[in-house]
């Protein structure tokens, strides 16, 4: 379950959004208050604390910071330097280093021309949407798509979402767009102005 609850903000938002990390404040302080608040939900899914609405708060800078000092082992390979803004209403911003190679040496999962083929190197996607979340499930419905700052289209999205998300279950990975259950019993997520909110 822990493991569950690390990588879903680094599977589902670093594939949504990301900005230049020196615009933010990011500090070994910020993750450990992180991984405390972590703990906290995972205890509450199990049951090991009273039962009860709980309502835990995570600063952007909180969630940089875990990325930043906690996150390393569980990226997927190929995957560096997420980072998240929330800009409110559902809305967040997330970007990533990705190394376009490692992606490239997978076979294609969209079928026919493959865009992918055309480009190389490590180099920074920018995701925008909006995170859509309630009754235990969520989904992400992207907006905007940006390589190296040029816009794209969502399916190229889709070729990286699906090789960094599958598994042995689920060997085409994720869906953009489609729900996904929530872990540890939270109910949904509210994004706010440089915060989400976890509801359990």
């Known amino acids: 379950m822990l493991m569950t609850l690390h990588r879903l903000p680094v599977i ?17 302080e910020g993750a450990d208050i992180l991984d405390g608040k972590i703990d ?9 604390t009273e ?8 600063s ?5 910071s875990w990325f930043m000092y906690r996150a390393q082992p569980l990226l997927p390979e190929g995957l560096t330097e997420p980072h998240v803004t929330f800009a409110g209403d559902g809305v967040l911003t997330a970007q990533a280093i990705v ?8 076979p ?23 995170l859509r979340s309630g009754d235990g499930v969520a989904h992400l419905e992207v907006q905007t798509v940006l390589l190296s700052g040029f816009p794209v289209p969502v399916s190229l999205l889709q070729e990286l979402a699906t ?31 440089g915060q989400a909110v976890v509801v359990q």
């Open 12 to 28: 589902a938002i670093a594939l949504a959004t990301l900005i230049p990390l020196d615009a933010a404040v990011v500090s070994r």
């Open 40 to 48: 906290r939900i995972r205890q509450q899914g199990a049951g090991l």
């Open 51 to 58: 039962t009860r609405t709980l309502r835990t708060q995570v």
């Open 60 to 64: 952007e800078d909180e969630l940089n």
């Open 99 to 106: 190394d376009l190679e490692s992606v490239m040496q997978q």
């Open 108 to 130: 294609s999962t969209g079928g026919g021309f493959d865009p992918l083929s055309l480009l190389g190197g490590k180099v920074p996607v920018t995701v925008t949407g909006v």
């Open 163 to 193: 090789y960094y998300s599958r598994t042995p279950e689920r060997p085409m990975g994720i869906r953009l767009g489609e729900a996904f259950e929530l872990p540890a019993g939270i109910r949904r997520i509210d994004v706010g102005p």
